[in-house]
């Protein structure tokens, strides 16, 4: 992520972050984050991994989108993962569609943290095979196939070898509370 864009998202966290009341403290607790290394971020200090923004995320109740400041092309990765922002749009009902472009390197495996109540993803591959969805209920899906899972509990994303998976990921997710977009 370039530093204007960690900065970026380091300032949102922290808007977002006061705007639901909570501190530094228990906002680490909650997402399972070392309060330093929070605090760097909010800071714009250090850079974001996906898994990382996914867990401040989902222990504010918004989605990734929001954390990434809506900046269309923000890139966050995790080992073996990266994402692209490539539209986020947020309907007059409060409902906010995220779509990502989604590479996984050979072999690699995502697990990501519940989202909250509502939240559906949908995944199209268009290169490679991917196995993904809820832990006991992933499908396969190889290029122009899509899977479609409830993401209020972890779930995951798998490339099937030998090569690399490039998807595009949406996520819907329902009105939880204000709009903190500020």
Do not use: C, F
């Amino acid at each position: 992520m370039d530093p204007d864009a960690v900065a970026a998202v380091g300032a949102r966290l922290r808007a977002t972050r006061q705007a639901r009341g909570l501190s530094l403290g228990v906002l680490a607790a909650r997402a399972r984050v070392g309060k330093g290394s929070l605090s760097e971020l909010e800071n714009g200090a250090r850079n974001p991994t996906l898994s990382t923004l996914y867990a401040l995320a989902g222990a504010l109740g918004v989605p990734l989108s929001t954390l990434l400041a809506d900046r269309v092309g923000a890139e966050v990765a995790s080992p073996g993962i990266g994402a692209r922002l490539l539209d986020a749009t947020r309907h007059p009902d409060g409902t906010t569609v995220e779509v990502y472009l989604l590479h996984l390197d050979p072999g690699a495996r995502h697990v990501s943290a519940a989202h909250g109540p509502g939240v559906v993803e949908h995944l199209l591959v268009t290169h490679g095979r991917a196995r993904a969805g809820r832990p006991g209920r992933e499908v396969e899906v190889g290029p122009g196939e899509t899977a479609v899972w409830h993401s209020d509990t972890d779930h995951g994303y798998q490339a099937l070898r030998p090569g690399a998976v490039e998807a595009v990921l949406t996520i819907r997710s329902p009105a939880r509370g204000p709009d903190l977009t500020a």
